[in-house]
């Protein structure tokens, strides 16, 4: 089973990027599709996207289709969420998860990681 945290929240204006990353401990890991998930307050946690276990397969959630990628560099266990023409309503805090699945479910993923916030004022 792999460990997961993120990083490279913050604090960014309407329409600016960041970028942020998964890092997993443990075998194996291309053995899972990954998922970035994110909530904000008061809300349920949604999906955002996944990636497959190879990165042959990616998928977005419509509110971010085109503006945010997903990428995974396998040799250095790691996924990434590249987000860019951010919006306040992209305020939220962000978790990656992992799962032997390919599901854009959250009961599915059975590791996720601490979170890492993400607030964009406009």
């Known amino acids: 089973q792999v460990q997961l945290v993120e990083s490279g929240g913050g604090l960014v204006q309407a329409g600016g990027s960041l970028r942020l990353s998964c890092a997993a401990s443990g075998r194996a890991f291309s053995n899972y599709a990954m998922g970035w998930f994110r909530q904000a307050p008061g809300k349920e946690r949604e999906f955002v996207g996944r990636v497959s276990g190879r990165a042959v397969n990616t998928d977005y959630a419509d509110s971010v289709k085109g503006r945010f990628t997903i990428s995974r560099d396998n040799a250095k266990n790691t996924v990434y969420l590249q987000m860019n023409s951010l919006k306040p309503e992209d305020t939220g805090v962000y978790y990656c998860?992992?799962?032997?699945?390919?599901?854009?479910?959250?009961?599915?993923?059975?590791?996720w990681g601490q979170g890492t916030q993400v607030t964009v004022s406009s």
């Open positions: 998860a992992a799962t032997r699945t390919w599901t854009t479910m959250s009961l599915a993923y059975d590791t």
